[in-house]
T-cell receptor, first 112, second 114 residues
Framework: QQQVKQSPQSLIVQKGGISIINCAYENTAFDYFPWYQQFPGKGPALLIAIRPDVSEKKEGRFTISFNKSAKQFSLHIMDSQPGDSATYFCAASEYNNNDMRFGAGTRLTVKP | NAGVTQTPKFQVLKTGQSMTLQCAQDMNHNSMYWYRQDPGMGLRLIYYSASEGTTDKGEVPNGYNVSRLNKREFSLRLESAAPSQTSVYFC?????????????FGEGSWLTVV
């Protein structure tokens, strides 16, 4: 079974809107939560990551919100742009562990 | 700086054939990985190598073998390909675990087994 559950599977947002992607995990030993962005024909690339000692991390238009008690974290993309159209993966692992578990992915389309 | 390079980019195999996917990284990373990506399943870890000379099974190792040839190279072998192994395969690498878990991916290898 997937240890990291991601929703929605696909998302369509108008330019300038807010895109929100949610993830939930089960393993309480996870303590590193990255988000990866993947464009068609390319490999995933790290976008932003958070550790559970903070509830929010912001980098430009991208924000991770983290709720340790609910075992949930989410990615918010503010002022979404057509160039943000890609597939986004959440992931989780123990900090010093090579076994990273990925969500199923969300295909984001930002309409002009 | 090439990062993670994997070959071939595309391959079509017949059921029962064997093949090896090659991967090399030039970032002096200790850890290397092979993932497969399937629609609706995300990325699933097949095997990883935490350091030269060591390999470990990931989430979906059945039907695959790996070799960590040296620090730079990590290959994935399909001994007898099956249609269920039709997928996009990604090689990846990461640095010292104490510097974080950022994983750097190659551009993928599209494999079709008919």
């Amino acid at each position: 079974q997937q240890q990291v559950k991601q929703s929605p599977q696909s998302l369509i947002v108008q330019k300038g809107g807010i895109s929100i992607i949610n993830c939930a995990y089960e393993n309480t030993a996870f303590d590193y939560f990255p988000w990866y962005q993947q464009f068609p024909g390319k490999g995933p690339a790290l976008l932003i990551a958070i550790r559970p000692d903070v509830s929010e991390k912001k980098e430009g238009r991208f924000t991770i919100s983290f709720n340790k008690s609910a075992k949930q974290f989410s990615l918010h993309i503010m002022d979404s742009q057509p160039g943000d159209s890609a597939t986004y993966f959440c992931a989780a692992s123990e900090y010093n562990n090579n076994d990273m578990r990925f969500g199923a992915g969300t295909r984001l389309t930002v309409k002009p | 700086n090439a990062g993670v390079t994997q070959t071939p980019k595309f391959q079509v195999l017949k059921t029962g054939q064997s093949m090896t996917l090659q991967c090399a990284q030039d970032m002096n990373h200790n850890s290397m990985y092979w993932y497969r990506q399937d629609p609706g399943m995300g990325l699933r870890l097949i095997y990883y190598s935490a350091s030269e000379g060591t390999t470990d099974k990931g989430e979906v190792p059945n039907g695959y073998n790996v070799s960590r040839l040296n620090k730079r190279e990590f290959s994935l072998r399909l001994e007898s390909a099956a249609p269920s192994q039709t997928s996009v395969y990604f090689c990846a690498s990461s640095g010292d675990v104490y510097s974080g878990n950022t994983i750097y991916f190659g551009e993928g290898s599209w494999l079709t087994v008919v």
